[in-house]
């Protein structure tokens, strides 16, 4: 297992190389003089652009650029935002927990939802009730969220007024942030209603997010329960005697697991791209609302660094998947 | 068989027979699927409308009428006929943007799978055909690009070349190429190995000869399901651009636009922000059960016995 580990992480070293690369080459490609460029429209004395050009370095060779900007990342430094003078590396992780509290929610609505749907309509494969949930599950995966998001506010908040359309609690709440999750937060700052005000802030964003991936997993475990339940074991399994729900549970549905789980770990991309219209409609203040934001306001270096951060935790995520399948089906750690 | 020697042109028919009969199977298959033939018949609706636009749109999709401001649509007491769904804040005939952004959209699905499918096949061909280090540069350089999520890389994109539809689209381009690439290379290494490529490769077939005449036809099929699905995807990118102002910008009637200048109107003119969402769902639904359709006609391994 170690040693399928080590492999595995040795193959994402020159992807992560290319990933710093593009986020590195980001700035340089962006027309103009970035330093000028980072002024924005106020404009520069020739001493200030001069101290900034030292500064940021763009005066050197451009391998002598990137080999200080890989230094510096190694040491955590990804360099501070234009607009709130902040390093890009602690206002991720002050925004982060909001997007992975969305985004964990998020995937547990589409698993609890998504597998069973998925399973009734493979054991009841031709019915009515597998038409009506494929078909639901083909509209989730066209939805476009972002307009699924103001639909779900004009019903719930506009007509019958039951969610509140924006942020994260209502803001008659105010406690320490001790772990970042709003709903553990809530809960200890022991005050009333305020946990209560934190779940109605996260139903609607977590519906939206969830669409999606509970689509791909609705139908992936359907199509996967149905190639298993073809297999000759599986009509062993019925022939000698046992129930249709013991073979779905006990004998089918732990092999049809294996292409769930690799969904399941590839909806994280999903989830982050998704996470940036959820949280924009929603004012949800987590790093999809940080990079959209940042991007309109022309705050390089948080683009830079959200960019180069989220593509590491999506490549870190997709390891700890290929990992998962190591486990399950030890065959795959010798191919 | 045995069939006796024919000369190449006695050949042709025989070819273009066989032709009709994959063509009658794989619609034989196709139209099983009853959702599939819904959706190619929305599809083309939607295509026709697309074209005649200027012959069906009751209006100018960006002229203004003053005196109709945030009209509701025909059926509400407050409507009235002349705008049938009704107007937008600055007084646009809803109906005539939708119809003019049909146009949009399917253009948008149709520019990006283009260049997506002509530059990840062919990627994809030299990668599996020559192998080597070709193969791993361009596999590491895809590696790189579908470790960003699709959107965020598209977003980060279009904030390089600047807002805007052409830009907006390269970058959905570039972000959904990856994945012919990734499936063309694996059918080419597929093929590569078989018996007919060999034989073409003994009688003398240049590697180009080989890689488009001989190879390219055989791995069609997913590429073909492929494209489908990113038709779709090109669209609902497309749009998620333009609601976030950085796709088609503020008076083309796109449909992702026409939602983000809808955003402030949502609590008090429902029909602004419904009606545009709703082509897109529509749009898109309609493109993804013809690819469910395609999948099962051209997928071998799900093809029933």
Known sequence: MFGYFIRRVSLLIPTFLGITIVAFGFVR???????????GERGLTPERYEKLLNEFGYNRPIW???????????????GYSLVTKQPVFSEF?????????????????????????????ASKRGSFSDQAIMGTALVGYSMPIFWWGL???????????????????????????????????????????AFGSAVKHLILPTVVLATIPLAVIARQTRSAMLEILGEDYVRTARAKGLSVWRV????????????????????????????????????????????????????????????????????????????TYGIINPRIRYE | MLTPIQNHTEIQPESQNVRMQ??????????????????LWVFLFLVIVAIAAPLVAPHSPVEQYRDAFLKPPAWDAEGSWQFLLGTDAVGRDILSR?????????????????????????????????????????MRIMDVVLAFPSLLLALVMVAILGPGLLNAMIAIAIVLQPHFVRLTRASVMNEASRDYVTSARVAGASPFYLMRHT???????????????????????????????????????????????????????????????????????????????????????????
């Open chain 2, 22 to 39: 994959l063509l009658r199977e794989f619609w034989f298959y196709f139209s099983e699927n009853r959702g599939a033939v819904i959706g």
């Open chain 1, 64 to 78: 002598e650029q990137y080999f200080d900007y890989l230094w510096k990342l190694l040491h955590g430094d990804m």
């Open chain 1, 29 to 39: 490609i962006l027309p103009g003089d970035p330093v000028l460029l980072m002024a």
């Open chain 1, 93 to 121: 992780f002050t925004l982060f927990p909001a997007t992975v509290e969305l985004a964990i929610c998020a995937i547990l609505l589409a698993i609890l939802l998504g597998l069973p749907a998925g399973i009734i309509s």
């Open chain 1, 248 to 323: 779905i549970y006990i004998h089918a549905l732990r092999n049809a697991m294996i292409p769930v789980v690799t969904v399941i770990g590839l909806s994280v991309g999903t989830l982050l791209a998704g996470a940036i219209l959820t949280e924009t409609i929603f004012s949800w203040p987590g790093i999809g609302k940080w990079m959209v934001d940042s991007i309109s306001r022309r705050d390089y270096p948080v683009v830079q660094g959200g960019l180069l951060l989220i593509a590491a935790i999506v490549m870190v995520v997709n390891l700890l998947v290929d990992m």
């Open chain 2, 215 to 305: 190879i390219l036809p055989n791995c069609l099929g997913p590429v073909i399901v492929q494209g489908t699905l990113s038709f779709s995807s090109a669209i609902l990118d497309a749009a998620a651009l333009g609601f976030l102002g950085l796709g088609a910008q503020a008076p083309t009637p796109e449909w992702g636009t026409m939602l983000a200048e809808a955003r402030e109107f949502i609590l008090r003119a429902w029909w602004v922000v419904t009606l545009p969402g709703l082509m897109i769902l529509i749009t898109v639904l309609a493109i993804n059960l013809m690819g469910d359709g395609l999948r099962d006609a051209l997928d071998p391994k799900l093809k029933r016995s």
């Open chain 1, 151 to 193: 639909l779900l506010i004009i019903v719930f908040s506009g007509w019958l007024g039951w969610t509140p359309v924006s942020g994260r609690i209502s803001l008659m709440y105010y406690f320490e942030q001790n772990t970042g999750f709003m709903l553990i937060d809530s809960l200890i700052s022991n005050q009333q209603g």
């Open chain 2, 98 to 138: 939708l119809i003019y952004g049909a146009r949009f959209s399917l253009f948008i699905g149709f520019f990006v799978v283009t260049m997506a499918v002509i530059s990840g096949v062919t990627l994809g061909l030299i990668a599996g055909f020559f192998r080597g280090a070709v193969d791993v540069v361009i």
